[in-house]
């Protein structure tokens, strides 16, 4: 049985093919459009999933849409007209893109695919619910969605059994976690729907001092996690902003602009929302341990990706453990849609056999040494070939002397994150290494943290960790054998960046946390290896894991993008396959797109 699960029309388009069960292919449409976020009707992603799997559309047994798109209509409209007169240039901007093509999702299907065959559609949560529960470990679990908003759902609380999903309770819109934390992120000047982990990342510079005006003006939270906003501070609902004058005037201070830097009240504001947010989740997730009586936890929807969040969840739920959708925002909602038809559709028996179904979540394209050599003859780019063994060796050798390399192996990942395969890599024991990788390599605010890669067998001698965390998505603690003694000398803010925490101080948060990837021989056994070579040159199983993009640009996805990443940025070493390359050989003529001559000069 072929089921295709395909996502669109917000942000973050994707597509999913399922067969039999098994997760062959997932892929979200910005990586072949170069778009990030890119919310297009998916048919690079679509093609590549059949491709994949060597099928022609209609030999699918059913292309099955992620949420229900009339029913989303139905909650726009009453939210106009519930505002009305107010929002009418939202309002004029939003119904022709519904009359024109959101609504006829199903012509829209068959129009650009020519198929003939079922078209199913699941609810939004019920997608997000079906990525949470059916790719996880567990035969039997609670699951928590929460994102922004669905067709009206924005946070649910229901339960995994084998092959079948019951929800049972749930919050509306306009009340959401999601928005809230958007609402945030636009105040501290960062991008609605692609930002909130700069918000994330920035909360360790500050102190949550606005937690309790936040808790008395903005929310009321129940003892059982359910919440209510307070609209009057909200432009979200039928405005063009996420937040309105009152908001501001509530803080003392108007929204940053973007690219400002952000200084101590802004750091202190991200400080204090996401302590909320810890607060709030761990009391929705004891309330559907509560609710289930279950003792493992799935999660999906975008505050999914809260890895500060998951790991007060895992800590003080009182589950033994938590599964965490690895393309847990809107992307993931196309693979949930396909395992949603799968199993609780068409009933097929669910076989757990103890680890997850994910694949590690390298689900996207992969290209032989034969398809990237063509490419980079293209280019007229010097290369070197190597066989694996020498040329991990020589990858190691590279990165203990300081050198910065684009790692680009096996299939792409399916999510946000890089776990390896469409990675930059450094060495983590240098202290000027968040530094130049940030400002020098992918262009992007000097505050944000690196994530560690470490070998699974050793994550416990440098972190305060226990179990397998493979898709990036928990925090951990640095070991207090690790961290160094640090006077502050009255710094604050970004000045805090310039002192050294940690043995590890390129990935050591200012908090003394890392958001931490663990690397089995058995789900990526090269880029184990790398680390397993890093280690016997350095004594060092570490190394710093970004995603190979800069910012504004999707993670790359084929051998072109990444030799034009690696040509536009000061990345030392580039690593496709069996191929190396190294910066200063290379012709600096090299032509770029006219987006990256601007980022260069900007």
Same mark, same amino acid.
């Given at each position: 049985?072929?089921?295709?699960?395909?996502?669109?029309?917000?942000?973050?388009?994707?597509?999913?093919?399922?067969?039999?069960?098994?997760?062959?292919?997932?892929?979200?449409?910005?990586?072949?459009?170069?778009?990030?976020?890119?919310?297009?009707?998916?048919?690079?992603?679509?093609?590549?999933?059949?491709?994949?799997?060597?099928?022609?559309?209609?030999?699918?047994?059913?292309?099955?849409?992620?949420?229900?798109?009339?029913?989303?209509?139905?909650?726009?409209?009453?939210?106009?007209?519930?505002?009305?007169?107010?929002?009418?240039?939202?309002?004029?901007?939003?119904?022709?893109?519904?009359?024109?093509?959101?609504?006829?999702?199903?012509?829209?299907?068959?129009?650009?695919?020519?198929?003939?065959?079922?078209?199913?559609?699941?609810?939004?949560?019920?997608?997000?619910?079906?990525?949470?529960?059916?790719?996880?470990?567990?035969?039997?679990?609670?699951?928590?969605?929460?994102?922004?908003?669905?067709?009206?759902?924005?946070?649910?609380?229901?339960?995994?059994?084998? =092959?079948? +999903?019951?929800? %049972?309770?749930?919050?509306?819109?306009?009340?959401?976690? !999601? $928005?809230? &934390?958007?609402?945030?992120?636009?105040?501290?000047?960062?991008?609605?729907?692609?930002?909130?982990?700069?918000?994330?990342?920035?909360?360790?510079?500050?102190?949550?001092?606005?937690?309790?005006?936040?808790?008395?003006?903005?929310?009321?939270?129940?003892?059982?996690?359910?919440?209510?906003?307070?609209?009057?501070?909200?432009?979200?609902?039928?405005?063009?902003?996420?937040?309105?004058?009152?908001?501001?005037?509530?803080?003392?201070?108007?929204?940053?602009?973007?690219?400002?830097?952000?200084?101590?009240?802004?750091?202190?504001?991200?400080?204090?929302?996401?302590?909320?947010? =810890?607060? +709030?989740?761990? %009391?929705?997730?004891?309330?559907?341990?509560?609710?289930? !009586? $279950?003792? &493992?936890?799935?999660?999906?929807?975008?505050?999914?990706?809260?890895?500060?969040?998951?790991?007060?969840?895992?800590?003080?739920?009182?589950?033994?453990?938590?599964?965490?959708?690895?393309?847990?925002?809107?992307?993931?909602?196309?693979?949930?849609?396909?395992?949603?038809?799968?199993?609780?559709?068409?009933?097929?028996?669910?076989?757990?056999?103890?680890?997850?179904?994910?694949?590690?979540?390298?689900?996207?394209?992969?290209?032989?040494?034969?398809?990237?050599?063509?490419?980079?003859?293209?280019?007229?780019?010097?290369?070197?070939?190597?066989?694996?063994?020498?040329?991990?060796?020589?990858?190691?050798?590279?990165?203990?002397?300081?050198?910065?390399?684009?790692?680009?192996?096996?299939?792409?990942?399916?999510?946000?994150?890089?776990?390896?395969?469409?990675?930059?890599?450094?060495?983590?024991?240098?202290?000027?290494?968040?530094?130049?990788?940030?400002?020098?390599?992918?262009?992007?605010?000097?505050?944000?943290?690196?994530?560690?890669?470490?070998?699974?067998?050793?994550?416990?001698?440098?972190?305060?960790?226990?179990?397998?965390?493979?898709?990036?998505?928990?925090?951990?603690?640095?070991?207090?054998?690790?961290?160094?003694?640090?006077?502050?000398?009255?710094?604050?803010?970004?000045?805090?960046?310039?002192?050294?925490?940690?043995?590890?101080?390129?990935?050591?948060?200012?908090?003394?946390?890392?958001?931490?990837?663990?690397?089995?021989?058995?789900?990526?056994?090269?880029?184990?290896?790398?680390?397993?070579?890093?280690?016997?040159?350095?004594?060092?199983?570490?190394?710093?894991?970004?995603?190979?993009?800069?910012?504004?640009?999707?993670?790359?996805?084929?051998?072109?993008?990444?030799?034009?990443?690696?040509?536009?940025?000061?990345?030392?070493?580039?690593?496709?396959?069996?191929?190396?390359?190294?910066?200063?050989?290379?012709?600096?003529?090299?032509?770029?797109?006219?987006?990256?001559?601007?980022?260069?000069?900007?």
């Amino acid at each position: 049985m072929k089921i295709l699960g395909i996502s669109a029309f917000y942000h973050d388009s994707a597509a999913a093919l399922v067969c039999n069960g098994e997760i062959i292919a997932a892929a979200q449409e910005e990586r072949w459009t170069r778009r990030k976020g890119d919310s297009s009707f998916p048919v690079n992603s679509i093609n590549y999933c059949l491709k994949e799997a060597n099928i022609k559309v209609n030999e699918l047994d059913a292309i099955v849409f992620y949420d229900k798109p009339i029913v989303k209509f139905e909650r726009i409209l009453n939210s106009h007209i519930h505002r009305a007169p107010y929002g009418l240039k939202s309002f004029l901007q939003a119904i022709p893109l519904w009359l024109k093509s959101k609504l006829w999702t199903e012509d829209e299907i068959r129009k650009n695919l020519d198929y003939r065959g079922k078209i199913l559609f699941t609810s939004h949560h019920q997608s997000h619910a079906a990525s949470a529960f059916f790719p996880s470990p567990f035969k039997e679990a609670a699951i928590l969605t929460v994102d922004g908003v669905g067709e009206w759902d924005t946070t649910t609380i229901g339960y995994g059994e084998n =092959n079948k +999903i019951t929800l %049972l309770k749930k919050i509306c819109f306009p009340h959401s976690l !999601g $928005l809230l &934390y958007s609402a945030f992120t636009y105040y501290c000047g960062f991008k609605v729907n692609s930002g909130e982990y700069k918000l994330m990342g920035l909360a360790p510079y500050g102190k949550p001092i606005f937690l309790d005006l936040i808790k008395k003006e903005l929310i009321r939270i129940k003892e059982d996690g359910s919440y209510l906003l307070n609209l009057k501070y909200f432009d979200y609902i039928s405005g063009l902003k996420m937040i309105n004058r009152k908001f501001e005037k509530l803080f003392g201070r108007k929204a940053l602009k973007p690219d400002e830097v952000p200084d101590q009240f802004y750091m202190d504001i991200a400080a204090s929302i996401q302590a909320l947010f =810890n607060e +709030i989740l761990v %009391l929705i997730a004891k309330e559907a341990k509560k609710a289930t !009586g $279950l003792e &493992y936890l799935t999660i999906a929807g975008g505050v999914g990706l809260n890895c500060v969040s998951n790991s007060h969840i895992l800590r003080e739920a009182g589950f033994k453990d938590v599964w965490v959708q690895p393309a847990a925002g809107d992307a993931g909602g196309a693979l949930g849609a396909a395992l949603y038809a799968y199993y609780a559709y068409f009933n097929n028996e669910r076989n757990v056999k103890g680890k997850d179904f994910q694949k590690g979540s390298y689900l996207g394209p992969s290209f032989s040494n034969e398809e990237v050599k063509n490419i980079l003859d293209r280019y007229k780019a010097k290369y070197h070939f190597k066989e694996r063994k020498e040329l991990l060796k020589q990858v190691a050798k590279e990165l203990a002397h300081g050198k910065i390399v684009g790692f680009f192996q096996g299939r792409m990942e399916f999510g946000p994150r890089a776990l390896g395969n469409r990675s930059i890599l450094g060495d983590p024991r240098d202290e000027k290494m968040q530094t130049t990788m940030n400002l020098k390599i992918k262009f992007r605010e000097s505050f944000r943290p690196f994530a560690p890669s470490v070998k699974l067998d050793k994550v416990s001698k440098y972190f305060e960790w226990d179990r397998p965390s493979p898709y990036m998505l928990f925090v951990a603690n640095i070991k207090k054998d690790c961290l160094l003694e640090v006077n502050t000398n009255g710094k604050t803010g970004l000045e805090l960046l310039k002192l050294k925490r940690s043995i590890l101080p390129a990935i050591t948060h200012v908090d003394n946390s890392a958001r931490l990837q663990t690397v089995s021989q058995e789900d990526n056994p090269i880029f184990y290896e790398l680390l397993d070579e890093f280690e016997k040159l350095t004594g060092c199983p570490v190394l710093i894991n970004t995603s190979f993009n800069v910012r504004g640009e999707p993670i790359v996805c084929t051998p072109q993008d990444a030799y034009l990443c690696f040509m536009g940025t000061n990345i030392d070493i580039l690593v496709i396959e069996n191929y190396i390359l190294y910066k200063s050989e290379q012709d600096s003529k090299v032509e770029l797109t006219e987006w990256k001559r601007k980022l260069i000069k900007d």
